[in-house]
T-cell receptor, first 116, second 118 residues
């Protein structure tokens, strides 16, 4: 039961252009969403998050958009840089679920390659 | 380095052997999570602790797996009678949870322990 899905295994983008990574979820209890970046041989690093009461959150070059009705979120990176090349994971949490607070459900990841 | 640390970083073992991994969370973090990541997949939740109490275990955590956090600081994850299907990256993450505090979910992850079962 894949509750969080990233349907694009990989994405290739030219330096300076926009990268758009997509994520879909099925569990209506999810109310907090996060994006993590992962380099080889390292643990995931938090990038940006959004609460379900918002539809957009921006941090520098990174913007996350949330469409609750479609159960879809996306991460925009503008402009893309070669150093952004990594695996990006979408994750979701159901903060209202009491003791399960903080447990993250991850998507399968999207490999982003930014070409110089 | 005040981040989450894990030891060892790599472990190769033969099928049937027992292995133990250690995680040291960020010092003021009271919640500690264990995840497992297999090739081509995202991390999957295994279990978590608040202080020394183990509050939830995933059905992925078979009877061969046991986790402890005896003093509410570091945690260990033991796998008994390892199987080839246990080969994965085992990730530890921590967070400071406050009932009346800000509701942040940004877990801090360690570098992981890569287990290979031959």
């Amino acid at each position: 039961d894949q509750q969080v899905k990233q349907n694009s295994p990989s994405l290739s983008v030219q330096e300076g252009r926009i990268s758009i990574l997509n994520c879909d979820y099925t569990n209506s209890m999810f109310d907090y969403f996060l994006w993590y970046k992962k380099y080889p041989a390292e643990g995931p690093t938090f990038l940006i998050s959004i609460s379900s009461i918002k539809d957009k959150n921006e941090d520098g070059r990174f913007t996350v958009f949330l469409n609750k009705s479609a159960k879809h979120l996306s991460l925009h990176i503008v402009p893309s840089q070669p150093g952004d090349s990594a695996v990006y994971f979408c994750a979701a949490s159901a903060r209202r679920s009491g003791t399960s607070y903080g447990k993250l459900t991850f998507g399968q990841g999207t490999i982003l390659t930014v070409h110089p | 380095d005040t981040g989450v640390s894990q030891d060892p970083r790599h472990k190769i073992t033969k099928r049937g052997q027992n292995v133990t991994f250690r995680c040291d969370p960020i010092s003021e973090h009271n919640r500690l999570y264990w995840y497992r990541q297999t090739l081509g997949q995202g991390p999957e939740f295994l279990t978590y602790f608040q202080n020394e109490a183990q509050l939830e275990k995933s059905r992925l955590l078979s009877d061969r797996f046991s986790a402890e956090r005896p003093k509410g600081s570091f945690s260990t994850l033991e796998i008994q009678r390892t199987e080839q299907g246990d080969s994965a990256m085992y990730l530890c993450a921590s967070i400071r949870f406050q009932v009346l505090g800000p509701s942040y979910n940004e877990q801090f992850f360690g570098p992981g322990t890569r287990l290979t079962v031959l």
